[in-house]
């Protein structure tokens, strides 16, 4: 903090910024001791002439000011933005044309109001991209936009935000409730039944909402089928499995392992037409269970994605144990999920995630590399490690 | 975007970050041309090795990833975190104490399922220090925390936050329905009275909202006040003035200056204690008034600070008018807003601030320096200028 701090001293020298930079020193230098204003003592610009990138520079230090304050505040806006777009399709749509406002407005029937404020808005946030000013000016998709936002593109992540801008928008607005109650904030809060026993009564809704984490998780089980060491294993089985995803990615990469999904009995038919379609069934196999009724399929590996974080301390415990007799000795226990470093302050979304546990579930609660090394010490499990995969996300592993 | 694709080229190659870059390769490097995998033509480090900035680099480029558009899809869950936080008074309660996640949990009320989840996330963002690690740890303000988060500071944003945790995050909610209908999505579609129409009903209440536009308002008035050329101008008069804080802020630097905060009646007593409190009585007069029933107080410089951008096109042209009739020539008409660049690509700020109008008033929207321009060009004004203040906040001048 101190080092930052002298740092900060040379925003108040104006000769610091490299031409031709974009970013602009602040209007009312402040005291970097005291936030105080610039009628203090004069503050030292040797620093400054030593730092020659101040893109970077500006990114990582500055004077007290409520900039960062003010984007988080603000950060709710684009969130919806984006969400909103997402919903109304306004990357499937785009697709590969190039619509002026007015055409791509009517297409999703909006109202003139907003269309120019709407579509500028996602090509400021760099999510649309935009050829020529003004009302004759065609939007079009960027290559992020048409690759992880076009429903119609194999690596569509889109299905998370529908979600995101149906349900948790809305239930995240009782943030305070939740904390002052410990209680879920979301359809069980309404009267409605909970989450999982609504999607399990519905199986379009089912399959729905497995696609919406699909996009989440693919990137991750990608990273894991990579920098995972199977060449001692034989057999994985994922608890959870869904639509089969991890399997598929691990089957795709090592294709002497035999892989097994194992999900409840309505979700067993849709792992079958998934991992059919991506031709892999001869590698690939379903089982049926309820993983705190049965007891989990043998294998060498057992896997669980984004499973863990959503129970109690209790029924996590009940899980690992379940892992731990399925396993043989030397076999894995891997939990995918955004793990919250073992010191709490450096994954905000491992942290926000598992606030999102409070808002869905009440005692359900994301966890640490660390947590899970105790809890699967208690179990007899003997050696440990964290493979970090992708952005939030890392795989917790626990050797028997 | 072509230029941008072949640097991410480099991101494939393990070599080029440097010994102690924190920052990972990606997991799974993807084909910049399509993000179809590794398994295609091998990439060129050659350009990778000529960038000696590993994390400049990245921040500014790198293969097709859906990493920007998760992270924005999901910032609802850390503005909500930050605006509970201000709602909460968490940073008024510690001031310049140090306190446990218990103890601290125990002054705002909260139950235990949330308290370490809640402080840790905000560690994370940076908005609290923590002392140590687990549960004895104790939290305590960043600067930035002490200085704009606690209500006792002379500094105060706060007041922003927890409007819009009260009001803006449920309405944004429905902007799915105001771009489908173009209609206001607050009080008054819920049958409530609209928000000034409310907030002049109530003083205290609009004691309180005009404190929050003041902590969002100071940096830019304080920006103006110092970069503006006063040395022509004998007299101001700041229109819908509020508590009189812009003028206060001139009248700091400019003492010269005879300034006139102009606002509806009940709102005089306000400015009036205000610029008392500041020892700025001698400077600054008030007047009280209608903006659309009575002329404007003639003065050389008529300055509106986020009044415009309140207002359908109609109306704005009522105030340009009035501005225009109270000025001599030479004088000018000043507005302050989070003015949208002239292309409308850049400002994200202006453009969900307009967005923001639509929410809270239908026809309302924000304007570019263009714009701006345009209009006041049309009533006669004959030189124009903007001058950028703070973050995403500029002056848009027009002289007669």
Redesign the interface.
């Known amino acids: ?1 101190a080092g930052r ?1 002298v740092i900060a001293a040379a925003v108040n020298c104006m000769d610091f910024f490299e031409p031709g930079c974009s970013l ?1 020193r ?3 230098p402040l005291c970097f001791q ?2 105080c204003g610039p009628e203090k003592e004069p503050l030292d610009c040797e620093l400054a002439r030593r730092i020659s ?1 101040c ?2 520079f500006w ?1 990582s230090t500055s004077a ?7 984007q ?13 777009a997402v ?2 399709g306004v990357f499937s749509k785009l697709a590969n044309r190039r619509l002026t406002g007015v055409e791509l407005g009517a297409e999703l ?6 269309i ?3 579509f ?2 996602l ?5 649309l ?2 050829e020529g ?1 003004g009302p004759q000016s065609k939007y079009f998709n ?3 936009g048409a ?3 076009d429903e119609k593109s194999p ?1 569509y ?1 889109g299905g ?2 529908v979600m ?2 149906a349900r948790l ?2 239930f ?2 009782d ?2 409730e ?6 879920p904030q979301n359809e069980v809060k309404h009267g409605q039944k909970g989450l999982f026993e609504e999607l399990y009564a519905d199986l379009p809704k089912l399959e729905q909402f497995m696609g919406a984490m699909t996009g ?1 998780s693919r ?2 089980f ?2 894991f089928a ?2 995972f060491d199977f060449s001692k294993y034989k057999t994985l089985c994922d608890i959870g499995g869904a639509t089969g995803l991890l399997c598929i990615e691990v089957a795709k990469r090592h294709p002497k392992l035999k892989c097994t999904s194992f999900d409840l009995p309505p979700v067993e038919p849709i792992a079958k037409k998934h991992t059919a379609a991506a031709g892999l069934s001869g590698h690939i196999g379903t089982a049926a269970g309820d993983f705190f009724k049965d007891p989990l399929p043998k294998a060498d590996v057992i896997t669980m994605g984004m499973i863990l974080h959503d129970w109690n301390l209790e029924k996590k415990m009940h899980l690992i144990r379940a892992a731990y007799d399925a396993l043989p000795s030397g076999g894995a226990l891997v939990t995918i999920e955004a793990l919250i470093d ?8 491992g ?2 995630m ?3 546990m ?1 808002i869905e579930f ?2 359900a ?2 966890y640490s590399g660390a947590d899970f090394r105790k809890w699967c010490s208690e179990v007899g499990f003997k050696r440990f490690e964290v493979i ?4 939030p996300s890392s795989a917790a592993v626990a050797y028997k």
Not at 178 to 183: D, M, S, W
Request: glycine content about 6%; some cysteine; charged content about 25%.
């Open positions: 903090m701090y602009q602040p209007a009312t005291c936030g990138h893109h970077t990114m007290p000011n409520p900039s960062a304050i003010l988080t505040a603000f950060s709710f806006w684009s969130s919806k933005v984006l969400l909103t919903e109304f029937k909006l109202h003139p109001r907003g120019p404020d709407f500028d808005a090509v400021a946030m760099k999510f991209g935009r000013d960027t290559p992020e690759l992880f936002l690596r992540v998370i935000l995101l801008n928008f809305k995240w607005h943030l305070p939740a904390l002052r109650t410990g209680k989440l990137i991750n990608e990273a990579d920098k073992d010191e709490r302050r450096e994954n905000v979304q942290l926000l598992s606030l999102n409070l009440g005692d609660f994301d970090h995969l992708s952005g």
